[in-house]
């Protein structure tokens, strides 16, 4: 970190964290107490603001996350910085199943979000609709599956029936729920690196079964709070089948059959 990038911050006693594997991420100090910092190439700075909006979103919703405190550019670099906080508590995926459904129930507008945003890297659309089966193939299943074809993948169709009849509320979702996007303060879970928009919730209870999923604690604890309603087994594949396509366009073929998989249980 070059002295003319923390010079324009205002901070001092940068200590490089692990944060994810896209950004370079530190504990700073600036006006007297920590920060986390996020930073890379001036390319990134509509990703940041996009994730600050997401995080400020969140906790207005009920969601423990990091509160944003700026970002921009400084020194042609831009910058996220927010509330540092302290992921050394006791793991209680109870008290997150708690927290996530609590958030659930309240019901936002419509389906989509006032601004697009991303998915970890890949842009994510989030043009308002009142009808959660068109946002859901124009907005999410659409934009991935062309970016596939693009990228030389040949797939078949996602069924469109599996959302017929269904009609959830709009709730504020954190977008990318899985585990390494959750973790716990010595005052309860915290979630962060969201990509949020109002949906249907069964797309992030869906999300937590990916990638090594949560444990079942957390699901009786949701289900208790909020239960889910029937035929959500179906549905959760449509729902991770925009994680799986969106990791087959970032990261290649090695996804390739679980998108395949997926696909096969839709039908």
């Given at each position: 970190m070059n002295d003319d990038f923390k010079t324009e911050l205002g901070i001092a006693q940068p200590t490089s964290v692990t944060g994810g594997c896209i950004h370079e991420c530190y504990r700073v100090v600036a006006r007297g107490k920590p920060l986390f910092l996020k930073c890379n190439a001036a390319v990134f700075d509509d990703a940041f603001a996009a994730e600050a909006d997401g995080l400020a979103g969140l906790r207005g919703a009920g969601y423990r996350a990091p509160e944003p405190a700026s970002?921009?550019?400084?020194?042609?670099?831009?910058?996220?910085?927010?509330?540092?906080?302290d992921l050394k508590g006791a793991v209680d995926f109870p008290a997150?199943?708690?927290?996530l459904a609590q958030a659930h129930r309240k019901a936002g507008p419509?389906?989509?979000?006032?601004?697009?945003?991303y998915i970890g890297t890949t842009p994510q659309a989030n043009a308002w609709s009142e009808d959660w089966a068109v946002f859901w193939f124009e907005q999410r299943m659409q934009p991935q599956l062309?970016?596939?074809?693009?990228?030389?993948?040949?797939?078949?169709?996602?069924?469109?029936d599996v959302l017929?009849?269904?009609?959830?509320?709009?709730?504020?979702?954190?977008?990318?729920?899985?585990?390494?996007?959750v973790s716990f303060?010595?005052?309860?879970?915290?979630?962060?690196?969201?990509?949020?928009y109002y949906g249907d919730r069964e797309a992030d209870l869906a999300m937590t079964e990916l990638f090594g999923?949560?444990?079942?604690?957390?699901?009786?604890a949701y289900n208790r709070a909020f239960p889910l309603p029937a035929g959500y087994e179906k549905r959760k594949h449509l729902y991770n089948l925009y994680h799986l396509l969106n990791h087959l366009n970032l990261?290649?073929?090695s996804y390739l059959g679980q998108v395949e998989e997926t696909l096969g249980l839709l039908r």
């Open positions: 970002h921009g550019i400084a020194a042609r670099r831009a910058y996220l910085l927010m509330e540092f906080l997150l199943g708690r927290m419509r389906f989509g979000w006032h601004r697009d945003n062309a970016l596939a074809q693009k990228k030389g993948f040949s797939l078949s169709g996602v069924p469109r017929n009849g269904h009609k959830p509320q709009a709730s504020l979702l954190h977008g990318d729920l899985w585990s390494g996007n303060t010595p005052q309860g879970p915290v979630v962060f690196d969201p990509a949020v999923g949560f444990p079942p604690e957390f699901y009786d990261f290649g073929r």
